[in-house]
Each structure stands twice: as structure tokens, then as C-alpha cells.
T-cell receptor, first 114, second 114 residues
Framework: DVKVTQSSRYLVKRTGEKVFLECVQD?????MFWYRQDPGLGLRLIYF???????EKGDIPEGYSVSREKKERFSLILESASTNQTSMYLC?????????????FGQGTRLTVV | AQSVAQPEDQVNVAEGNPLTVKCTYS??????LFWYVQYPNRGLQFLLK??????LVKGSYGFEAEFNKSQTSFHLKKPSALVSDSALYFC????????????FGKGTRLHILP
């Protein structure tokens, strides 16, 4: 089974802190994604990556950056956390770039910025 | 631009009755369509997908979905609902003309009443 692991289930950070959310997948998937989930808004794509050191902006990249130094690891970085970044963050991976391959999700990180 | 709409925020169904969760989509090319389920405080779990071929797709936990090209719909169905089906359901689409993003709907909360 594919396993996507997010480093933390719950995080509480202070406004202005630099925050790192880590995600690791163990099935040699090419694609990795970061979404945030908010009530009534569903899942919104922040960034995605289809190869090491490659990244593409999603629909809401402002205030975020990403890093993919190794194929299995995709990190989301909040350069200066703000209260409006309080949310559930979901990492996902899929086998190929494009095509009909489904995404596999981690368990999510609930981030609270105070 | 590709998009997904789930017109119902919440659907209530009595246990044992058939259920339908609605989804419509918009893409420029051919669609790859997906359904996911999310239980409380968990990540998303893949249920089923449509690639091509038979318009009726069967998936996990007795769920199925019907692809209708003329109505650009991909409704999720189950002949007999269980209380344990209560969860948040997401429809998603990937455009065959674009090999990158998977776009999700806002989600529909399904309540199965005992």
C-alpha cells in the first residue's frame, strides 16, 4: 500500500514564525501536492511538484513556498505565519504526471497560528 | 479552466435507502474523474475513478458512480446506505489536456440516519 506520511498531526505556531510542514511518500511517485482544506471551501491547491527541484504554483500560493530536494519528500514552508493560515493541510502524491492516476493522501496536519 | 461543482453541501438519507451525491465538472479535454471520502480528522481515501469505457464505475465499500458526458456529471451512488457511510465526500477532476493539477469540489457531507 502507498503510504504518505505527514510529520505532524497538530501544530500550534505563533504569528510571524517560519513553519515547515514535511511530507514523505514511500512509493516512488513522481507527483506531489500540497492542499489546504477549509470548511465550505473544500480543498485548494497550494503548490505541486512533478520532479525533484521542480515546483508549480497552484491556485493559492501566496504566503507559501515549497521544497523538493528528494523524490520522496515535499516540504511546505510558511515564511511568516499569519492567523489566516490556520487550516488543515493535506499532502498527496500520485504515480505519474498527468493521466488517470489517483492521488494518495496523508493524514493531514491541523495548523493553528496564534 | 477546469472546475468541479458539488451542488449540495449536505445530503441526508435514511439507512437502507439508496443514496446519490452529485458532481458536475468542466474541462477542455476529456475528463479523468475521481471520488474520495474523508472521515473525521483523517486524510482523504480514494473510492473510485473514471478513465474511459463503461459509464458505470464500481469502487470501494459498495459505491459506484455514473459518468454522463452530455450532462458533464459524475454522480456517486450506493443502493443501500449504511450509518458508517456518514462522512465528507469529494469529487475531483483532472483534464486530459493538462497533465498536472487535480481539482477538487467543495465537498458534500453525507448523513445516514439510523
Amino acid at each position: 500500500d502507498v503510504k504518505v506520511t505527514q510529520s505532524s498531526r497538530y501544530l500550534v505556531k505563533r504569528t510571524g514564525e517560519k513553519v515547515f510542514l514535511e511530507c514523505v511518500q514511500d512509493m516512488d511517485h513522481e507527483n506531489m501536492f500540497w492542499y489546504r482544506q477549509d470548511p465550505g471551501l473544500g480543498l485548494r491547491l497550494i503548490y505541486f511538484s512533478y520532479d525533484v527541484k521542480m515546483k508549480e504554483k497552484g491556485d493559492i500560493p501566496e504566503g507559501y513556498s515549497v521544497s523538493r530536494e528528494k523524490k520522496e519528500r515535499f516540504s511546505l514552508i510558511l515564511e511568516s505565519a499569519s492567523t489566516n493560515q490556520t487550516s488543515m493541510y493535506l499532502c498527496a502524491s500520485s504515480l505519474f504526471r498527468g493521466g488517470a492516476t489517483e492521488a494518495f493522501f496523508g493524514q493531514g496536519t491541523r495548523l493553528t497560528v496564534v | 479552466a477546469q472546475s468541479v461543482a458539488q451542488p449540495e453541501d449536505q445530503v441526508n438519507v435514511a439507512e437502507g435507502n439508496p443514496l446519490t451525491v452529485k458532481c458536475t465538472y468542466s474541462v477542455s479535454g476529456n475528463p479523468y474523474l475521481f471520488w474520495y471520502v474523508q472521515y473525521p480528522n483523517r486524510g482523504l481515501q480514494f473510492l473510485l475513478k473514471y478513465i474511459t469505457g463503461d459509464n458505470l464505475v464500481k469502487g470501494s465499500y459498495g459505491f459506484e458512480a455514473e459518468f454522463n458526458k452530455s450532462q458533464t456529471s459524475f454522480h456517486l451512488k450506493k443502493p443501500s446506505a449504511l450509518v458508517s457511510d456518514s462522512a465528507l465526500y469529494f469529487c475531483a477532476v483532472r483534464d486530459s489536456n493538462r497533465d498536472d493539477k487535480i481539482i477538487f469540489g467543495k465537498g458534500t457531507r453525507l448523513h445516514i440516519l439510523p
